[in-house]
């Protein structure tokens, strides 16, 4: 059985990696940058779902000395970092500086340590909002946030030279149950209501993909690389690329086809009031095989009634 050491598991996307893991035979161990009882709200209900399946190493931030002694231990054959801060990235506050020291501490050490001689890889997770990373209509790091996972990557990619293979796997805009808060939950909140959501950014063009078919391409990710047949080093996934306001509209369709729900309308603001903070484009570059017909259909009922009953 193949193993996976993997970080941010308590995030959406980690959530539904370290599932997806475990569904296809991987044996996983997560760590925890602190105790498994401070985590709250959705990261403690998904942690939950995750441990009794799972190895947990609570106390373990990146570079610790829990950290480097319980990757010793484990002993994976992958080493798999989805565990950049986040938060409210949109912040002024959000520091990419403070959250890079976090994601590389100690990577010298660990580079020189012995410790990656028998793991096979090191899959780094990364994000569109990177200038190298998928396509985007501006060249260059989007926001503090974009620089955080920019400036990681160069440093991992600086210290492992000649340690050990470094992948990256691009992240779009995934969604899916057990996510947090967003456009989707505006539209729903605004709907219960008997309003129409007004979107500032309707043109914005995202690729938005179904998040248990991104965790089940990243698992697939890392079987060719245990297999040793994959040939890309840098993957970044795409599957649905459409702008906001038709993203709202597909939510309003299957909203009617699932739930009955009737005469869910989306309203663009004036263009004048469009929120233009962000590239106009954001998508991947990899496209994944179409999903099967009665998969896409569970995925969406899923969705839908999670949404719903989220936003009650």
Not at 92 to 111: G, H, L, M, Q, W
Request: hydrophobic letters at 35%; a negative charge.
């Amino acid at each position: 059985m193949p193993k996976v050491y993997l970080t941010g598991a308590s995030s959406f996307t980690g959530f539904h990696f370290a599932t997806s893991l475990i569904e296809s035979g991987f044996d996983v161990g997560i760590s925890l940058s602190r105790s498994f009882e401070s985590y709250e709200g959705n990261y403690k209900h998904r942690l939950g779902i995750l441990k009794p399946n799972v190895e947990i190493f609570e106390n373990s931030s990146f570079g610790s000395e829990r950290f480097i002694s319980s990757l010793e231990n484990f002993a994976p054959d992958i080493l798999s970092l989805h565990h950049a801060k986040v938060g409210n990235f949109r912040s002024p506050d959000f520091s990419s500086n403070e959250v890079i020291r976090n994601n590389t501490n100690n990577i010298e050490k660990i580079a020189d340590s012995g410790i990656l001689d028998k793991m096979k890889a090191i899959v780094l997770t990364r994000s569109v909002f990177e200038k190298d990373v998928g396509y985007s209509d501006k060249l260059e790091d989007v926001g503090e946030y974009g620089k955080s996972k920019s400036g990681t990557y160069k440093i991992f990619k600086k210290n492992l030279r000649n340690k050990i293979d470094l992948y990256s796997f691009g992240i779009a805009n995934p969604f899916g149950v057990l996510e947090e808060k967003r456009l989707p939950n505006y539209l729903i909140q605004n709907w219960r209501a008997a309003k129409k959501p007004i979107l500032l950014s309707p043109d914005r063009v995202r690729d938005n993909i179904p998040v248990n078919f991104l965790a089940k391409s990243y698992c697939n990710y890392l079987i060719s690389i245990l297999e040793g047949v994959e040939s890309k080093k840098e993957f970044t996934p795409s599957m649905q690329i459409q702008t906001n306001y038709e993203f709202a509209r597909l939510i309003s369709l299957y909203s009617n086809i699932f739930l009955n729900k009737a005469n869910l309308d989306v309203l663009c603001a004036p263009k004048e009031d469009w929120d233009n903070s962000e590239p106009r484009i954001l998508i991947g570059l990899d496209s994944l095989p179409s999903p099967d017909t009665n998969e896409i259909t569970e995925f969406w009922q899923d969705y839908i009634s999670y949404l719903w009953e989220e936003s009650i």
